[in-house]
Protein backbone atom coordinates (compact mmCIF):
# COMPACT_ATOMS: atom_id res chain seq x y z
CA UNK A 1 0.00 0.00 0.00
CA UNK A 2 1.15 3.57 -0.96
CA UNK A 3 -0.28 6.67 0.89
CA UNK A 4 0.70 10.27 0.24
CA UNK A 5 0.69 13.70 1.42
CA UNK A 6 1.53 16.96 1.23
CA UNK A 7 4.81 17.47 3.26
CA UNK A 8 5.12 21.47 2.65
CA UNK A 9 7.42 23.77 0.12
CA UNK A 10 10.89 24.25 -0.11
CA UNK A 11 11.62 27.72 1.25
CA UNK A 12 13.66 29.09 -1.15
CA UNK A 13 11.47 28.51 -4.75
CA UNK A 14 8.61 27.23 -3.10
CA UNK A 15 8.57 23.79 -5.04
CA UNK A 16 6.05 21.81 -3.49
CA UNK A 17 7.39 18.48 -1.47
CA UNK A 18 5.06 15.09 -1.19
CA UNK A 19 5.88 12.59 1.33
CA UNK A 20 4.82 8.62 0.27
CA UNK A 21 4.05 6.14 3.20
CA UNK A 22 5.07 2.58 1.59
CA UNK A 23 3.45 -0.13 3.78
CA UNK A 24 4.37 -3.72 3.83
CA UNK A 25 3.36 -6.46 6.18
CA UNK A 26 4.43 -5.31 9.65
CA UNK A 27 7.05 -2.51 8.22
CA UNK A 28 6.33 1.37 6.52
CA UNK A 29 9.08 3.53 5.62
CA UNK A 30 8.28 7.07 4.24
CA UNK A 31 10.38 8.90 1.33
CA UNK A 32 10.28 12.60 0.43
CA UNK A 33 10.63 13.91 -2.36
CA UNK A 34 12.74 16.82 -1.42
CA UNK A 35 16.31 14.96 -1.15
CA UNK A 36 14.84 11.65 -1.81
CA UNK A 37 14.87 11.50 2.10
CA UNK A 38 14.01 8.25 4.57
CA UNK A 39 12.05 10.46 6.86
CA UNK A 40 10.10 7.68 9.08
CA UNK A 41 11.17 3.90 9.28
CA UNK A 42 8.69 1.93 11.31
CA UNK A 43 10.01 -1.43 12.60
CA UNK A 44 8.85 -3.75 15.21
CA UNK A 45 10.45 -4.85 18.29
CA UNK A 46 10.30 -8.51 19.97
CA UNK A 47 7.19 -7.66 21.37
CA UNK A 48 5.39 -6.19 18.01
CA UNK A 49 5.47 -3.06 19.28
CA UNK A 50 6.52 -0.60 16.55
CA UNK A 51 8.94 2.40 16.55
CA UNK A 52 10.41 4.97 14.14
CA UNK A 53 14.22 3.82 14.00
CA UNK A 54 15.76 6.46 12.20
CA UNK A 55 16.31 10.43 13.22
CA UNK A 56 15.04 12.89 11.32
CA UNK A 57 12.58 15.57 11.79
CA UNK A 58 8.81 16.31 12.15
CA UNK A 59 8.70 19.18 9.18
CA UNK A 60 10.24 19.89 5.94
CA UNK A 61 11.93 22.93 7.13
CA UNK A 62 13.58 20.91 9.83
CA UNK A 63 15.45 19.28 6.63
CA UNK A 64 16.08 22.20 4.56
CA UNK A 65 18.11 23.82 7.94
CA UNK A 66 19.67 20.73 8.86
CA UNK A 67 23.29 19.96 8.51
CA UNK A 68 23.39 16.14 9.30
CA UNK A 69 21.66 14.78 5.96
CA UNK A 70 19.59 12.55 7.63
CA UNK A 71 18.25 10.12 6.09
CA UNK A 72 19.06 11.76 2.18
CA UNK A 73 20.10 10.72 -0.90
CA UNK A 74 23.94 11.72 -1.40
CA UNK A 75 25.86 13.16 -4.86
CA UNK A 76 27.14 12.97 -7.14
CA UNK A 77 30.00 12.23 -4.52
CA UNK A 78 29.47 10.88 -1.25
CA UNK A 79 31.77 11.64 0.93
CA UNK A 80 35.03 14.09 0.81
CA UNK A 81 36.86 15.32 -1.98
CA UNK A 82 39.89 16.65 -0.86
CA UNK A 83 40.23 20.34 -0.85
CA UNK A 84 36.80 19.93 -3.38
CA UNK A 85 39.10 19.58 -6.45
CA UNK A 86 40.15 16.79 -9.08
CA UNK A 87 41.06 16.16 -12.30
CA UNK A 88 39.56 14.52 -15.43
CA UNK A 89 40.94 13.95 -19.04
CA UNK A 90 43.68 16.91 -17.46
CA UNK A 91 40.87 19.46 -16.65
CA UNK A 92 40.63 20.56 -13.35
CA UNK A 93 37.25 20.67 -11.45
CA UNK A 94 36.16 22.46 -8.27
CA UNK A 95 33.22 21.53 -6.17
CA UNK A 96 32.33 24.22 -3.25
CA UNK A 97 34.36 23.53 0.39
CA UNK A 98 31.03 22.85 2.76
CA UNK A 99 33.26 20.89 5.00
CA UNK A 100 34.65 23.75 7.06
CA UNK A 101 35.90 25.30 4.13
CA UNK A 102 38.70 22.46 3.29
CA UNK A 103 37.26 20.12 1.80
CA UNK A 104 33.65 19.38 -0.40
CA UNK A 105 31.08 16.87 1.15
CA UNK A 106 28.44 15.23 -0.03
CA UNK A 107 28.32 16.84 -3.29
CA UNK A 108 29.05 20.03 -2.01
CA UNK A 109 26.12 22.53 -0.74
CA UNK A 110 23.41 22.04 -2.99
CA UNK A 111 24.32 18.19 -3.74
CA UNK A 112 21.37 16.15 -4.26
CA UNK A 113 20.27 16.00 -0.86
CA UNK A 114 18.68 19.69 -1.80
CA UNK A 115 16.82 18.98 -4.78
CA UNK A 116 12.86 18.09 -5.45
CA UNK A 117 13.07 14.65 -7.19
CA UNK A 118 10.11 13.45 -9.71
CA UNK A 119 8.56 10.47 -8.65
CA UNK A 120 6.71 7.55 -9.89
CA UNK A 121 5.05 4.87 -7.61
CA UNK A 122 4.43 0.57 -8.42
CA UNK A 123 3.44 -1.94 -6.44
CA UNK A 124 3.81 -5.72 -7.13
CA UNK A 125 2.96 -8.20 -5.20
CA UNK A 126 2.58 -6.50 -1.56
CA UNK A 127 5.83 -4.79 -2.66
CA UNK A 128 5.56 -1.20 -2.67
CA UNK A 129 7.58 1.25 -4.61
CA UNK A 130 8.94 4.93 -5.17
CA UNK A 131 10.92 5.59 -8.16
CA UNK A 132 12.92 8.80 -7.79
CA UNK A 133 14.53 10.40 -11.00
CA UNK A 134 16.21 13.59 -11.08
CA UNK A 135 19.09 14.99 -13.52
CA UNK A 136 21.81 17.28 -12.21
CA UNK A 137 22.78 19.77 -15.31
CA UNK A 138 26.07 20.16 -16.30
CA UNK A 139 28.57 22.32 -14.36
CA UNK A 140 26.07 22.22 -11.08
CA UNK A 141 28.03 22.31 -8.32
CA UNK A 142 31.42 21.90 -10.30
CA UNK A 143 30.65 18.54 -11.67
CA UNK A 144 31.58 17.25 -15.23
CA UNK A 145 28.79 16.85 -17.78
CA UNK A 146 24.77 16.74 -17.36
CA UNK A 147 23.89 13.41 -14.78
CA UNK A 148 20.66 11.07 -14.93
CA UNK A 149 20.02 9.57 -11.72
CA UNK A 150 17.09 7.29 -11.23
CA UNK A 151 16.68 5.50 -7.52
CA UNK A 152 13.99 3.01 -6.22
CA UNK A 153 13.26 2.37 -3.21
CA UNK A 154 10.80 -0.99 -2.53
CA UNK A 155 9.34 -2.07 0.89
CA UNK A 156 8.94 -5.89 0.76
CA UNK A 157 6.26 -7.42 3.70
CA UNK A 158 9.16 -9.48 5.49
CA UNK A 159 10.97 -6.61 5.90
CA UNK A 160 13.50 -5.82 3.42
CA UNK A 161 13.95 -2.61 1.78
CA UNK A 162 15.62 -2.43 -1.21
CA UNK A 163 17.45 1.03 -2.57
CA UNK A 164 18.78 0.81 -6.08
CA UNK A 165 20.77 3.90 -7.83
CA UNK A 166 21.75 4.08 -11.35
CA UNK A 167 22.81 6.64 -13.62
CA UNK A 168 24.04 8.21 -16.64
CA UNK A 169 26.35 10.67 -17.90
CA UNK A 170 27.47 12.48 -21.01
CA UNK A 171 30.80 13.14 -20.05
CA UNK A 172 33.56 11.12 -17.88
CA UNK A 173 32.49 12.60 -14.28
CA UNK A 174 32.73 10.92 -10.74
CA UNK A 175 29.77 9.54 -9.33
CA UNK A 176 29.28 8.08 -5.68
CA UNK A 177 25.76 7.88 -4.47
CA UNK A 178 24.50 6.72 -1.11
CA UNK A 179 21.83 7.16 1.74
CA UNK A 180 22.38 8.79 5.17
CA UNK A 181 20.07 7.41 7.48
CA UNK A 182 21.20 7.64 10.70
CA UNK A 183 19.95 4.48 12.33
CA UNK A 184 18.59 3.56 16.08
CA UNK A 185 17.23 0.13 16.58
CA UNK A 186 16.20 1.12 20.24
CA UNK A 187 13.18 3.57 18.30
CA UNK A 188 15.77 6.53 18.62
CA UNK A 189 15.77 6.61 22.48
CA UNK A 190 19.54 7.21 24.10
CA UNK A 191 22.36 6.16 21.96
CA UNK A 192 23.58 3.36 20.40
CA UNK A 193 27.29 2.78 22.17
CA UNK A 194 25.32 -0.93 23.07
CA UNK A 195 24.24 -1.44 19.97
CA UNK A 196 26.04 -5.00 18.81
CA UNK A 197 27.54 -4.37 15.16
CA UNK A 198 29.44 -7.21 12.84
CA UNK A 199 31.28 -5.87 9.56
CA UNK A 200 31.72 -7.85 6.88
CA UNK A 201 34.65 -6.04 6.41
CA UNK A 202 38.55 -7.24 6.88
CA UNK A 203 39.72 -4.23 6.09
CA UNK A 204 39.38 -0.15 6.43
CA UNK A 205 41.23 3.16 5.02
CA UNK A 206 43.04 5.62 7.79
CA UNK A 207 42.34 9.13 7.42
CA UNK A 208 44.40 12.23 7.92
CA UNK A 209 42.93 15.08 10.67
CA UNK A 210 40.07 16.26 8.06
CA UNK A 211 39.07 12.81 7.40
CA UNK A 212 40.56 12.34 3.94
CA UNK A 213 41.42 8.70 3.23
CA UNK A 214 45.55 8.55 3.50
CA UNK A 215 45.56 6.06 0.30
CA UNK A 216 46.94 2.96 2.79
CA UNK A 217 44.41 0.25 3.16
CA UNK A 218 44.94 -1.79 6.63
CA UNK A 219 43.79 -4.63 7.97
CA UNK A 220 41.11 -4.56 11.03
CA UNK A 221 42.67 -7.20 12.66
CA UNK A 222 43.86 -6.20 16.09
CA UNK A 223 42.46 -2.72 16.36
CA UNK A 224 39.97 -1.04 17.13
CA UNK A 225 38.16 -1.49 13.97
CA UNK A 226 37.82 -5.19 13.76
CA UNK A 227 34.30 -5.98 13.90
CA UNK A 228 34.49 -8.90 12.18
CA UNK A 229 33.33 -10.99 15.27
CA UNK A 230 30.60 -8.34 16.15
CA UNK A 231 30.71 -6.22 19.02
CA UNK A 232 29.06 -2.97 20.71
CA UNK A 233 29.66 0.30 19.24
CA UNK A 234 30.89 1.85 21.77
CA UNK A 235 33.54 -0.94 23.39
CA UNK A 236 36.45 0.69 21.32
CA UNK A 237 35.27 3.99 20.70
CA UNK A 238 37.70 5.95 22.80
CA UNK A 239 40.60 4.12 20.93
CA UNK A 240 39.42 6.19 17.80
CA UNK A 241 40.60 9.74 17.81
CA UNK A 242 37.48 11.84 17.19
CA UNK A 243 35.18 8.84 16.92
CA UNK A 244 34.65 6.76 13.93
CA UNK A 245 33.61 7.85 10.29
CA UNK A 246 35.92 5.71 8.51
CA UNK A 247 35.31 3.61 5.50
CA UNK A 248 34.98 -0.03 6.09
CA UNK A 249 36.76 -2.16 3.25
CA UNK A 250 34.38 -4.83 2.69
CA UNK A 251 36.15 -8.59 2.71
CA UNK A 252 34.34 -9.99 -0.49
CA UNK A 253 35.11 -7.77 -3.74
CA UNK A 254 33.21 -9.12 -5.80
CA UNK A 255 30.61 -6.81 -7.37
CA UNK A 256 27.52 -8.96 -6.67
CA UNK A 257 24.92 -8.18 -3.78
CA UNK A 258 27.31 -9.32 -0.79
CA UNK A 259 26.98 -9.35 3.37
CA UNK A 260 28.16 -6.04 4.70
CA UNK A 261 27.00 -5.61 8.41
CA UNK A 262 24.85 -7.04 11.05
CA UNK A 263 23.15 -5.20 13.87
CA UNK A 264 21.11 -5.91 16.61
CA UNK A 265 20.31 -3.85 19.67
CA UNK A 266 19.31 -5.51 23.10
CA UNK A 267 17.04 -3.73 24.62
CA UNK A 268 14.67 -3.99 21.46
CA UNK A 269 15.75 -6.86 20.16
CA UNK A 270 15.49 -5.69 16.35
CA UNK A 271 17.95 -6.59 14.39
CA UNK A 272 19.17 -4.79 10.61
CA UNK A 273 21.25 -7.04 7.76
CA UNK A 274 23.03 -4.65 5.30
CA UNK A 275 23.65 -5.97 2.10
CA UNK A 276 25.58 -4.52 -0.97
CA UNK A 277 27.32 -4.59 -4.65
CA UNK A 278 29.62 -1.12 -3.29
CA UNK A 279 33.14 -1.98 -1.98
CA UNK A 280 33.33 0.11 0.86
CA UNK A 281 30.96 1.61 3.67
CA UNK A 282 31.25 4.37 5.44
CA UNK A 283 30.70 3.63 8.83
CA UNK A 284 29.69 6.90 11.05
CA UNK A 285 29.02 6.69 15.00
CA UNK A 286 27.17 9.85 15.15
CA UNK A 287 30.13 11.88 16.68
CA UNK A 288 29.39 15.30 15.36
CA UNK A 289 25.62 15.23 16.86
CA UNK A 290 25.84 17.34 19.98
CA UNK A 291 22.00 18.23 21.05
CA UNK A 292 21.18 21.19 18.75
CA UNK A 293 19.70 18.76 16.08
CA UNK A 294 16.59 18.89 17.84
CA UNK A 295 14.09 16.17 16.02
CA UNK A 296 11.27 14.78 16.13
CA UNK A 297 8.90 14.94 19.51
CA UNK A 298 11.13 18.09 20.12
CA UNK A 299 13.80 14.88 20.95
CA UNK A 300 17.26 16.59 20.86
CA UNK A 301 19.94 14.19 19.10
CA UNK A 302 23.25 14.15 21.26
CA UNK A 303 26.18 12.44 20.54
CA UNK A 304 25.95 9.32 19.18
CA UNK A 305 22.57 9.05 18.85
CA UNK A 306 22.33 7.19 16.04
CA UNK A 307 25.27 5.61 13.59
CA UNK A 308 25.35 5.19 10.27
CA UNK A 309 26.23 2.27 7.57
CA UNK A 310 26.64 4.35 3.96
CA UNK A 311 27.65 1.93 0.99
CA UNK A 312 29.84 3.50 -1.77
CA UNK A 313 33.21 3.89 -3.56
CA UNK A 314 36.00 4.99 -0.90
CA UNK A 315 36.08 8.47 -0.13
CA UNK A 316 38.11 11.29 -2.22
CA UNK A 317 38.96 8.11 -5.31
CA UNK A 318 38.69 10.55 -7.39
CA UNK A 319 41.62 12.04 -6.41
CA UNK A 320 43.08 8.33 -5.23
CA UNK A 321 44.33 6.56 -8.46
CA UNK A 322 45.45 3.53 -6.43
CA UNK A 323 41.73 2.95 -5.61
CA UNK A 324 39.24 1.58 -7.55
CA UNK A 325 38.26 4.32 -9.79
CA UNK A 326 34.15 6.42 -9.18
CA UNK A 327 34.43 7.73 -12.41
CA UNK A 328 31.72 6.99 -14.74
CA UNK A 329 31.86 7.40 -18.87
CA UNK A 330 29.45 8.07 -21.20
CA UNK A 331 28.11 4.76 -22.55
CA UNK A 332 28.25 3.04 -19.25
CA UNK A 333 25.47 2.62 -16.90
CA UNK A 334 26.53 3.43 -12.52
CA UNK A 335 24.43 1.02 -10.66
CA UNK A 336 24.58 -0.27 -7.07
CA UNK A 337 22.04 -2.20 -4.72
CA UNK A 338 22.31 -1.39 -0.81
CA UNK A 339 19.21 -4.11 0.82
CA UNK A 340 18.20 -3.60 4.55
CA UNK A 341 16.66 -6.26 5.77
CA UNK A 342 14.97 -6.46 9.40
CA UNK A 343 13.73 -8.63 11.87
CA UNK A 344 14.10 -9.32 15.44
CA UNK A 345 16.04 -12.37 18.26
CA UNK A 346 15.62 -13.61 20.97
CA UNK A 347 17.15 -11.50 23.73
CA UNK A 348 19.75 -14.00 26.17
Given at each position: MIEKRVFGSTQELGDQVMLYTLKAGEYEVSISTYGGIIVNLLVPDVHGHKADIVLGYDTLEGYEKGTAYFGALIGRVANRIKGGSFSVDGRQYHVPCNDNGVNALHGGPGGLHTKVWHVLTSEVDGAPAVHLSHISEAGEMGFPGTLKVHVDYILYPEGKLEITYAAIADRVTPVNLTNHAYFNLAGCEGNVLEHELQLFCDRYLPVDDQ??????????????????????????????????????????????????????????????????????????????????????????????????????????????????????????????????????????
Open positions: LIPTGEIVAVRDTPFDFTDGKPIGRDLASVPGGYDHCMVLSDAGERLKRCAYVRDPKSGRSMRVYTTMEGVQFYSGNFLDGRDVGRDGTPYVKHAGFCLETQHFPDAVNQPDFPSCLLKPGETYKHTTVLEFNTYVKP
